[in-house]
């Protein structure tokens, strides 16, 4: 990239808003592929925010090139915001000469047109893409990257140009359900499918939550902060369980039946829109509304703090499922209302995002979504937003909600689904809390690393720990090697933010057996059933030693392929019972083993799964 830049300030009238040019008269060299060009151009003096009044209008360069039609140029934003100006256009046609790109242009569109450029031409993307409310004082780059080896080429010049009342964005970029030359693809590339990225609004969360006695009522909201619409259609199939039924009759049990649902991916392929239906699960359908209610939209849940930075795995005091009305567009997303976050934190606007907009289908029938850079709304005060937790003590807690938890919503990100908030009780029971603890292994041989897990009710802010071994920490998720055979009592003592401490102690928890290799151990006495067995969703796992020994033990298909890992390290003697959740793990109906290694010797046990 140039390293030396000329940064020429031309003011065409005078007055903060007037309209002002920025340029790079450098230039540079565009090597060939893998190589890409930034060529900056430094603005400043402009007022801290361009929008729909004023900001950038035009985009203009000359470049030298023997093959334009290689060329991919974009233009990128002090925030970030990149926006595809031309991208393979051009033909076998040479140079940009004397072109710049603007909303209001006069030459047409670049794509189809053979090189060379002269004149004013539309972007193939909107460049009111950078008018998104950002300070457009900083370092803005032309990115050019020549996708093609042999063909040689540089940049001349490039000036970006900032006046009032930007015009608006030339129809044939905009992006819809029936055009994708104006959409854009997450990678850049102009073949992709177009996927919703629904995520759950924690900036809303915080705001809207009412605690009761026993229970809590919180709001949800749900953007879709990604490049395609999430759009259901009911299919008029309904099911009473596995019955085909009328969707407007009653099921035996007195439910409501469940409509087969189908989603709507959008493609784009260059400028062509196309689409196609994937399978959504099956939502409620209610007669009375005509219209489905998506099953378990929100997975809604009360808990205490974890071991890692994922709160749906952390232990739950309390929970409840929303079963959404509808998926509807209730709201935009914007800077002022702060709901949509990307995934690096940043808040973003539907004007602004690279589809924003993008969709056909939302409303309150058989047909639901939300489009992009919109979002739900389902405030704390509608039925069914609550939270059951009985009787718990005042303190802190978390309150974790996940959007499309069962990932029946086919989108981009399923990592980002989850907002969690601290609250702080005050109406249950006054003064109480119940310290407590686990670890995650309790017999090995030395040296044997331990972690041991907090895991007191309510949250607390202060920990003491005891290993027995004359070792003391801290933290609330410590981590301890026992260097030392023996048998260890492990103590906790905790405090928490309303003045409440409590302290557990676990007599003999820890043993730590000598050796250094699992040799030490001899073939135990083992012996191993599951029960019940056949079993439908779910079976206990029960074995146990007569002397302490390595274990392996898995669920395994009738042709030996493990289907879950259920315990790998070293096990104390005595009963030990694992619960093996068929349903969860997704089994179908069959025949399936249990093996255990235990010392050197193999066990199978076979198991059932029936309806």
């Given at each position: 990239?140039?390293?030396?830049?000329?940064?020429?300030?031309?003011?065409?009238?005078?007055?903060?808003n007037?309209?002002?040019?920025?340029?790079?008269?450098?230039?540079?060299?565009?090597?060939?592929?893998?190589?890409?060009?930034?060529?900056?151009?430094?603005?400043?003096?402009?007022?801290?925010?361009?929008?729909?009044?004023?900001?950038?209008?035009?985009?203009c360069?000359?470049?030298?090139?023997s093959?334009?039609?290689?060329?991919?140029?974009?233009?990128q934003?002090?925030?970030?915001?990149?926006?595809?100006?031309?991208?393979?256009?051009?033909?076998?046609?040479?140079?940009?000469?004397?072109?710049?790109?603007?909303?209001?242009?006069?030459?047409?569109?670049?794509?189809g047109?053979?090189?060379?450029?002269?004149?004013?031409?539309?972007?193939?993307?909107?460049?009111?893409?950078?008018?998104?409310?950002?300070?457009?004082?900083g370092t803005?780059?032309?990115?050019?990257?020549?996708?093609?080896?042999?063909?040689?080429?540089?940049?001349?010049?490039?000036?970006?140009?900032?006046?009032?009342?930007?015009?608006?964005?030339?129809?044939?970029?905009?992006?819809?359900?029936?055009?994708?030359?104006?959409?854009?693809?997450?990678?850049?590339?102009?073949?992709?499918?177009?996927?919703?990225?629904?995520?759950?609004?924690?900036?809303?969360?915080?705001?809207?939550?009412v605690e009761?006695?026993?229970?809590?009522?919180?709001?949800?909201?749900?953007?879709?902060?990604?490049?395609?619409?999430?759009?259901?259609?009911g299919?008029?199939?309904?099911?009473?369980?596995?019955?085909?039924?009328?969707?407007?009759?009653?099921?035996?049990?007195?439910?409501?039946?469940?409509e087969?649902?189908n989603?709507?991916?959008?493609?784009?392929?260059?400028?062509?829109?196309?689409?196609?239906?994937?399978?959504?699960?099956?939502?409620?359908?209610?007669?009375?509304h005509?219209?489905?209610?998506?099953?378990?939209w929100?997975?809604?849940?009360?808990r205490?703090?974890?071991?890692g930075?994922?709160?749906t795995?952390?232990?739950?005091?309390?929970?409840?499922?929303?079963?959404?009305f509808?998926?509807?567009?209730?709201?935009?997303?914007s800077?002022?209302?702060?709901?949509?976050?990307?995934?690096?934190?940043?808040?973003?606007?539907?004007?602004?995002?690279?589809?924003?907009?993008?969709?056909?289908?939302?409303?309150?029938?058989e047909?639901?979504?939300?489009?992009?850079?919109?979002?739900?709304?389902y405030?704390?005060?509608?039925?069914?937003?609550?939270?059951?937790?009985g009787?718990?003590?005042?303190?802190?807690?978390?309150?974790?909600?996940?959007?499309?938890?069962?990932?029946?919503?086919?989108?981009?990100?399923?990592?980002?689904?989850?907002?969690?908030?601290?609250?702080?009780?005050?109406?249950?029971v006054d003064?109480?809390?119940?310290?407590?603890?686990?670890?995650?292994?309790?017999?090995?041989?030395?040296?044997?690393?331990?972690?041991?897990v907090?895991?007191?009710i309510?949250?607390?802010?202060?920990?003491?720990?005891?290993?027995?071994?004359?070792e003391?920490?801290?933290?609330?998720?410590?981590?301890?090697?026992?260097?030392?055979?023996?048998?260890?009592?492990?103590?906790?003592?905790?405090?928490?933010n309303?003045?409440?401490s409590?302290?557990?102690?676990?007599?003999?928890?820890?043993?730590?057996?000598?050796?250094?290799?699992?040799?030490?151990?001899?073939?135990p006495?083992?012996?191993?059933?599951?029960?019940?067995?056949?079993?439908?969703?779910?079976?206990?796992?029960?074995?146990?030693?007569?002397?302490?020994?390595?274990?392996?033990?898995?669920?395994?298909?009738v042709?030996?392929?493990?289907?879950?890992?259920?315990?790998?390290?070293?096990?104390?003697?005595?009963?030990?019972?694992?619960?093996?959740?068929?349903?969860?793990?997704?089994?179908?109906?069959?025949?399936?083993?249990?093996?255990?290694?235990?010392?050197?010797?193999?066990?199978?046990?076979?198991?059932?799964k029936?309806?």
């Amino acid at each position: 990239m140039k390293t030396t830049l000329l940064i020429l300030l031309l003011f065409i009238s005078s007055g903060i808003n007037a309209q002002s040019s920025f340029v790079n008269s450098s230039g540079g060299a565009i090597l060939d592929p893998p190589a890409y060009e930034l060529f900056p151009i430094v603005v400043s003096g402009l007022a801290n925010v361009i929008d729909t009044s004023y900001g950038l209008v035009n985009v203009c360069f000359n470049i030298v090139h023997s093959q334009d039609a290689d060329l991919d140029i974009r233009l990128q934003s002090p925030d970030g915001t990149t926006i595809l100006l031309s991208n393979n256009n051009g033909g076998s046609g040479e140079n940009y000469t004397g072109t710049c790109l603007a909303e209001d242009a006069t030459g047409g569109e670049l794509a189809g047109q053979i090189a060379p450029f002269t004149g004013t031409f539309y972007p193939d993307h909107s460049i009111n893409g950078v008018n998104n409310d950002q300070n457009p004082n900083g370092t803005w780059y032309l990115f050019i990257h020549d996708e093609m080896p042999g063909d040689t080429g540089h940049l001349v010049n490039v000036t970006i140009t900032f006046d009032q009342h930007p015009p608006p964005t030339h129809i044939s970029a905009v992006c819809n359900t029936n055009n994708a030359f104006g959409c854009q693809c997450p990678d850049g590339s102009l073949d992709c499918d177009l996927l919703p990225d629904m995520i759950n609004s924690g900036e809303y969360l915080v705001t809207d939550w009412v605690e009761h006695n026993g229970h809590l009522n919180e709001g949800v909201c749900t953007p879709n902060i990604g490049y395609g619409p999430m759009e259901l259609h009911g299919t008029g199939e309904c099911y009473c369980d596995s019955i085909l039924v009328n969707c407007s009759s009653t099921c035996p049990d007195g439910t409501n039946p469940k409509e087969m649902v189908n989603q709507t991916i959008y493609h784009k392929s260059d400028s062509a829109m196309t689409s196609y239906l994937v399978p959504a699960g099956t939502m409620t359908y209610h007669p009375s509304h005509g219209h489905i209610h998506v099953d378990d939209w929100t997975y809604n849940t009360l808990r205490i703090r974890g071991l890692g930075d994922d709160p749906t795995t952390w232990p739950i005091i309390g929970e409840g499922s929303k079963q959404s009305f509808c998926l509807i567009n209730l709201g935009t997303c914007s800077t002022g209302n702060g709901y949509c976050v990307n995934d690096i934190g940043d808040v973003v606007n539907e004007s602004a995002m690279p589809n924003g907009g993008l969709g056909d289908i939302s409303g309150c029938g058989e047909d639901q979504g939300i489009y992009v850079g919109n979002y739900d709304i389902y405030s704390s005060g509608t039925d069914g937003q609550e939270i059951d937790f009985g009787t718990i003590c005042d303190g802190e807690y978390y309150i974790v909600s996940i959007t499309n938890p069962d990932h029946i919503i086919h989108e981009s990100n399923y990592n980002n689904n989850w907002s969690k908030t601290l609250v702080n009780l005050t109406h249950q029971v006054d003064n109480c809390c119940t310290a407590n603890f686990y670890a995650d292994a309790t017999y090995g041989l030395a040296p044997f690393e331990v972690q041991f897990v907090d895991s007191t009710i309510p949250i607390a802010n202060s920990w003491s720990w005891d290993f027995g071994d004359g070792e003391t920490s801290q933290d609330q998720f410590p981590q301890h090697v026992y260097t030392q055979p023996g048998i260890y009592t492990v103590k906790l003592s905790t405090n928490n933010n309303i003045g409440c401490s409590d302290t557990v102690s676990r007599l003999q928890y820890i043993t730590v057996d000598f050796g250094t290799s699992i040799n030490e151990f001899h073939n135990p006495d083992f012996s191993l059933l599951a029960y019940p067995n056949p079993f439908t969703s779910a079976t206990t796992i029960k074995f146990s030693l007569d002397a302490p020994s390595y274990l392996e033990l898995s669920v395994v298909d009738v042709v030996g392929n493990t289907v879950k890992q259920l315990t790998h390290g070293y096990m104390h003697s005595g009963d030990h019972e694992i619960t093996f959740d068929a349903k969860k793990e997704g089994l179908l109906n069959g025949f399936y083993f249990v093996r255990a290694v235990a010392g050197e010797k193999e066990y199978f046990v076979k198991m059932v799964k029936v309806d």
